[in-house]
C-alpha cells in the first residue's frame, strides 16, 4: 500500500513538473505565435502615374547586378587587399545610398541578379536588405531578374510575385490580358514565357497639355537562366511569346491620337548575341570581357528596329563591361557591374548608369521627349561623372 502511495505521489509530481515546463516555454514563446494585427499594414504603393517633373526631365538609375548576400557577413569580391578587411554587402548599400542622394531619380530600375542565390539562405530577407533603400526613399522601382536570383529558397516566379508586392514597387509578374480597347480584363496575365515581362508608362509633365498621356514607354524582360539548346548548355534569351507581347502592346500604343508611338526603352538582363559585334564598332565606355549570351538568335534586334521607338536597351550580366554601341540605329548599353560581392576587378570602381530623357518645349507647355542621354557614375571619392551621352534626340517635339 505504501508502495503503491509512493509510485501516485511520484507521478502526480512529474507531471506538474512536465505542465509546469510547458507552461514557462509557452509564456517564453506565446507572442511569437500570435498575429500582431498593429504590424499589418497593405502595400505602400508610389504615386502613381510616373510622371515627368515639373523641370520637364524623367531620370532612371540602373542598379546591375548587386549579388547581394546576407548583409555585413557577406563578403566583397575582386577588391584590393587593403580594402577587403572591412568590405561587405554593407559597402554595395552604401553605393545605392549615395547615387540616391546624388542622382534623385525618379525610378529606380534593378536589372537582374540583385542577390546572388548561392550566398543566402533566405532569398526574400536578401531582397529586403537589397531593395531597402528605394523603399526607404519612398522612390518607384523596378525590377528583372538575372540568371542567379533563382538559387536560394524562391523560384522565378515567387521572387517576381515577391518583388511585386513590395513597398513601392512598379514590379509586374507578367503583363495582364488586355481587350480591344486596352482595358485590363480582371487581373489575368497573359500567358508568356518568364516571369518579369511588362510594360511603364510615363506620363507628361504636370499641367502640360501631356499631362494625361503616354509620353514615354519602359518595357521589362525576363531574359531567363540557363538552358540546353541541341545538347548545349547556354544562357537563356527572351523568347518569341514575349516579343510577340511587345508587339502587340506597341500596335496599341501608335493609336495614341496626340502623339501615336513614343519612345521607348528595354531593360533585361543577359546581351542578345548581336551585342558581341560591336567590338568591331566604334562604343563608348569598357569592353574588357566576352559577352556571355545565348548561342541563340533571338529576334529581338529585329524586332526593335521593326517597331521603331525602342530608341535604346539596357543590360547586365558581364560586369566588366560599361559599355554603350549602336547596332541599326538602337543603343545596347550595360550598367556596368554595381555590387561588391559580385566578381570585377581589383582597382575598377563599381559603377551606376543614370538614364535621362527631357522633354521638349512649345510655346507654353511641355511637350513631347526631345532628349535622352545618359552617363554613369563610379563609387569612388567623387562619385565621379563619365562617359555621358546623347542616345536619342529630335527636332520635333510632337506639338508646337
Given at each position: 500500500?505504501k508502495?503503491s502511495?509512493g509510485?501516485?505521489?511520484h507521478t502526480v509530481?512529474?507531471?506538474?513538473?512536465?505542465?509546469?515546463?510547458?507552461?514557462?516555454?509557452?509564456?517564453?514563446?506565446?507572442?511569437k505565435?500570435?498575429i500582431n494585427?498593429?504590424?499589418?499594414h497593405?502595400?505602400?504603393?508610389?504615386?502613381l502615374?510616373?510622371?515627368?517633373?515639373?523641370?520637364g526631365?524623367?531620370?532612371?538609375?540602373?542598379?546591375?547586378?548587386?549579388?547581394?548576400?546576407m548583409g555585413?557577413?557577406?563578403?566583397?569580391?575582386d577588391?584590393?587587399d587593403?580594402?577587403?578587411?572591412?568590405c561587405s554587402d554593407?559597402?554595395?548599400?552604401?553605393f545605392?545610398?549615395?547615387?540616391?542622394?546624388?542622382?534623385?531619380?525618379?525610378l529606380?530600375?534593378?536589372?537582374?541578379?540583385?542577390?546572388f542565390?548561392?550566398?543566402t539562405?533566405?532569398?526574400?530577407?536578401?531582397?529586403?536588405?537589397?531593395?531597402?533603400?528605394?523603399?526607404?526613399?519612398?522612390i518607384?522601382?523596378?525590377a528583372?531578374?538575372g540568371?542567379?536570383?533563382q538559387?536560394s529558397?524562391?523560384?522565378?516566379?515567387e521572387?517576381?510575385?515577391?518583388?511585386?508586392l513590395m513597398?513601392?514597387?512598379?514590379?509586374?509578374?507578367?503583363?495582364p490580358?488586355e481587350?480591344?480597347?486596352?482595358?485590363?480584363?480582371g487581373?489575368a496575365?497573359?500567358?508568356?514565357?518568364?516571369?518579369?515581362?511588362?510594360?511603364?508608362?510615363?506620363?507628361?509633365?504636370?499641367?502640360?497639355?501631356l499631362?494625361?498621356?503616354?509620353?514615354?514607354?519602359?518595357?521589362?524582360?525576363?531574359s531567363?537562366d540557363?538552358?540546353?539548346?541541341?545538347?548545349?548548355r547556354?544562357y537563356?534569351?527572351?523568347?518569341?511569346?514575349?516579343?510577340r507581347?511587345l508587339?502587340?502592346?506597341?500596335?496599341?500604343?501608335?493609336?495614341?491620337r496626340?502623339?501615336?508611338?513614343?519612345?521607348?526603352?528595354?531593360?533585361?538582363?543577359?546581351?542578345i548575341?548581336?551585342v558581341?559585334?560591336?567590338?568591331?564598332?566604334?562604343?563608348?565606355?569598357?569592353?574588357?570581357e566576352?559577352?556571355?549570351?545565348?548561342i541563340?538568335q533571338?529576334?529581338?534586334?529585329?524586332?526593335?528596329?521593326?517597331?521603331?521607338?525602342?530608341?535604346a536597351a539596357?543590360?547586365?550580366?558581364?560586369?566588366?563591361?560599361?559599355?554603350?554601341?549602336n547596332?541599326?540605329?538602337?543603343?545596347?548599353?550595360?550598367?556596368?557591374?554595381?555590387?561588391?560581392?559580385?566578381?570585377?576587378?581589383?582597382?575598377?570602381?563599381?559603377?551606376?548608369?543614370?538614364?535621362?530623357?527631357?522633354?521638349?518645349?512649345?510655346?507654353?507647355?511641355?511637350?513631347?521627349?526631345?532628349?535622352?542621354?545618359?552617363?554613369?557614375?563610379?563609387?569612388?571619392?567623387?562619385?565621379?561623372?563619365i562617359?555621358e551621352?546623347?542616345?536619342?534626340?529630335?527636332?520635333d517635339?510632337?506639338?508646337k
Amino acid at each position: 500500500m505504501k508502495s503503491s502511495m509512493g509510485n501516485w505521489k511520484h507521478t502526480v509530481l512529474y507531471l506538474t513538473l512536465i505542465i509546469s515546463l510547458v507552461y514557462f516555454i509557452e509564456s517564453l514563446i506565446s507572442h511569437k505565435l500570435h498575429i500582431n494585427h498593429n504590424k499589418i499594414h497593405l502595400k505602400r504603393s508610389p504615386n502613381l502615374p510616373l510622371r515627368f517633373r515639373d523641370d520637364g526631365t524623367f531620370k532612371i538609375l540602373q542598379v546591375a547586378d548587386m549579388h547581394f548576400g546576407m548583409g555585413i557577413i557577406t563578403r566583397c569580391r575582386d577588391v584590393l587587399d587593403s580594402e577587403f578587411e572591412y568590405c561587405s554587402d554593407l559597402n554595395t548599400t552604401r553605393f545605392i545610398r549615395r547615387m540616391i542622394e546624388a542622382e534623385r531619380p525618379d525610378l529606380i530600375a534593378f536589372t537582374g541578379d540583385n542577390i546572388f542565390g548561392s550566398s543566402t539562405t533566405d532569398a526574400a530577407e536578401s531582397l529586403i536588405q537589397a531593395i531597402g533603400l528605394a523603399i526607404e526613399y519612398g522612390i518607384p522601382w523596378a525590377a528583372i531578374l538575372g540568371n542567379h536570383d533563382q538559387e536560394s529558397t524562391l523560384n522565378r516566379e515567387e521572387l517576381m510575385t515577391f518583388l511585386s508586392l513590395m513597398d513601392f514597387s512598379v514590379s509586374q509578374v507578367n503583363p495582364p490580358v488586355e481587350d480591344d480597347s486596352n482595358q485590363i480584363k480582371g487581373g489575368a496575365m497573359r500567358l508568356i514565357d518568364g516571369f518579369g515581362n511588362y510594360r511603364l508608362r510615363v506620363y507628361g509633365a504636370p499641367g502640360s497639355v501631356l499631362a494625361n498621356s503616354t509620353v514615354f514607354d519602359l518595357f521589362f524582360f525576363d531574359s531567363g537562366d540557363r538552358e540546353i539548346v541541341q545538347g548545349k548548355r547556354t544562357y537563356g534569351w527572351i523568347k518569341e511569346s514575349q516579343l510577340r507581347w511587345l508587339q502587340d502592346t506597341s500596335k496599341q500604343v501608335h493609336n495614341q491620337r496626340i502623339i501615336g508611338n513614343p519612345p521607348a526603352l528595354a531593360f533585361f538582363h543577359i546581351p542578345i548575341l548581336e551585342v558581341r559585334d560591336l567590338w568591331y564598332t566604334p562604343f563608348i565606355g569598357q569592353f574588357q570581357e566576352g559577352v556571355a549570351c545565348s548561342i541563340v538568335q533571338s529576334g529581338v534586334l529585329q524586332t526593335f528596329v521593326s517597331m521603331g521607338n525602342v530608341k535604346a536597351a539596357f543590360m547586365g550580366h558581364d560586369h566588366v563591361n560599361d559599355f554603350c554601341g549602336n547596332l541599326k540605329g538602337i543603343w545596347f548599353c550595360y550598367g556596368g557591374g554595381f555590387g561588391y560581392h559580385a566578381y570585377g576587378r581589383p582597382n575598377w570602381h563599381r559603377r551606376a548608369r543614370v538614364i535621362e530623357a527631357k522633354l521638349g518645349k512649345g510655346r507654353d507647355t511641355w511637350t513631347g521627349i526631345q532628349l535622352i542621354k545618359t552617363w554613369k557614375r563610379l563609387d569612388d571619392q567623387d562619385l565621379s561623372k563619365i562617359d555621358e551621352q546623347v542616345l536619342w534626340e529630335t527636332s520635333d517635339s510632337f506639338l508646337k
